[in-house]
């Protein structure tokens, strides 16, 4: 099989179900930035991070090509079987995120992204899947998207600003709290 078919050489691709749309198509904007957002998990987790954390954000890059393969697919048109989100993967999103926050000082005010080259990382990343939840919110006002995609994007962002105050704990980097002037 090769890498390349041409047939996207005019700006039209296909989803799940052979339905052809633009590139720009917004199904098309919302599965690439899960793709985006996947590959930066995947920096995350190539920094010096613990075993257990690494773990997890494995498991939510499968989880990522799960939601993936659910946005490429058309919702008319598709008879593939595709892997389907659980609620579990959200319950275990949660998890995590309690069990960090109950190891991390309270948080009192905004925190400004960096101190540690990882925490910037895992910043950006969650910016990312910010910008992939919009867009998916907006793709669901006129197509099908499950709902556990938009609960877990949701959550994973929530995850993802938690996990960057844990990282920044572990690699004793400074959080700098935000103070407006006023």
């Known amino acids: 099989m090769k890498i390349y078919t041409k047939t996207g050489d005019k700006g039209l691709t296909s989803l799940i179900g052979g339905t052809r749309v633009s590139k720009h198509n917004i199904r098309i904007e ?3 930035t899960i793709d985006e957002l996947n ?3 995947g920096i995350v987790r190539d920094q010096n991070i613990d075993a257990h954390n690494s773990e997890i954000l494995l498991e939510i890059q ?3 090509f799960t939601i993936g393969s659910s946005l490429a697919s058309d919702p008319n048109k598709s008879k593939m079987k595709i892997p389907d989100l659980k609620q579990e993967d959200i319950a275990l999103l949660e998890t995590e995120m309690d069990t960090m926050e109950k190891l991390l000082p309270e948080l009192k005010s905004f925190i400004l992204p960096g101190g540690h080259t990882t925490v910037s990382y895992c910043h950006i990343t969650r910016c990312i899947c910010r910008r992939a939840e919009r867009i998916t919110t907006h793709l669901s006002e006129t197509d099908f998207v499950a709902d556990l995609v938009i609960i877990y994007l949701n959550r994973l962002s929530d995850y993802l600003f938690v996990l960057s105050r844990k990282l920044a704990q572990d690699l004793n980097a400074v959080e700098n709290p935000w103070q407006p002037r006023m």
């Open 30 to 32: 919302a599965y690439g």
């Open 39 to 41: 590959s930066w998990i």
């Open 62 to 64: 499968d989880r990522l």
